[in-house]
Structures are given as C-alpha cells and as structure tokens.
C-alpha cells in the first residue's frame, strides 16, 4: 500500500471515529462544546509540539508531522508489507484508541472525556487527509517515486520503502 493511500485511510478512521465520540460525548451531555473545544485545540497543539521536538517537524506546517521523518528514513531495498496487514493493524489501532477514550472517560468526567478526544482525532484526521497526503505527494515528485509502507512498528511512525 502506497504511504499516501494509508495516511488517507487513517485520515478518514480518525475523522469517523472522532466524529462519532463528539455526536455520543455531546448528546450525552459529557461536556459542553466550548469546554472540549478548548481542551481538543490544546491536545492538537500539544501534538504538534511533541512531534516539532521528537521527530524534528516544524510546527507550522502540520502536514509535515507524520510524514517528514519516515520520508527521510525511507530505504529503497526494503519490501512492502501488504495492504490486508496494515488494515488490519489499523483497526487494532482504532480499537485501542476507542477503549482508551472510554475508560478515561469513565474514570474522570473533567478534563478527558468523548468530546476532548474526538476533536482532536477530527483535526488529526484532517491533517492527515489533506496538508500530510499533499507533503507525500511533494516528496514523491521530488525524488520521483512512489513511497509503500513497509512496516508499522508498535510505536512510532510507519517505516517506508521507497526512495
């Protein structure tokens, strides 16, 4: 699977799932819109500092968040790891993100709740959808291939071949 056909595939996970947590936190009355809109722009903000300092992104340019560091490392050798198992492990990922968001929900009713998440999975999503799938694109016209994912470690960002 290309780099850029699976950051749009996470891109369009995280906006459903984001959206979905937001429709049940506000139609439960988890938290008032402007609360979680407010703390889901802090967590985004927070997201962008963590990757500016840990993957050496510039802040400024979200679309580079996710994408900068694996384009660098990407090696030319390395085989492709196939589309079913990157489903897959995106899937997996979403469980775990939605079990996570629910039961921190549970335990706190301030701070970490449905909305909070669910917005920044949305601006994340978005990211990824647009600003992150155009800076792939860039880098690929740039050294004239096309990047595939060649493994998806457990933490971290993808590894590419390619390049």
Not at 16 to 22: N, S
């Amino acid at each position: 699977m290309s780099f850029r056909e699976y950051m749009r595939w996470e891109g369009y996970v995280a906006v459903l799932v984001g959206g979905a947590l937001c429709v049940f936190g506000l139609a439960n009355g988890h938290q008032g819109a402007a609360d979680a809109a407010v703390s889901g722009t802090m967590m985004l903000a927070g997201t962008g500092v963590f990757m500016m300092v840990r993957h050496r992104a510039p802040f400024r340019r979200p679309g580079t968040w996710f994408t900068a560091k694996p384009m660098a490392a990407a090696i030319h050798d390395r085989a492709p790891c196939s589309r079913r198992s990157l489903l897959a492990w995106l899937l997996a990922e979403v469980t775990a993100f939605t079990i996570l968001t629910v039961g921190l929900s549970y335990l706190t009713s301030f701070w970490l709740t449905y909305v909070d998440f669910g917005i920044w999975a949305v601006a994340i999503g978005v990211i990824k959808i647009g600003p992150a799938t155009a800076a792939i694109g860039q880098y690929e016209a740039r050294a004239g291939t096309t990047y595939r994912v060649a493994r998806r470690p457990l933490r971290g960002l993808v590894e590419l071949a390619g390049g």
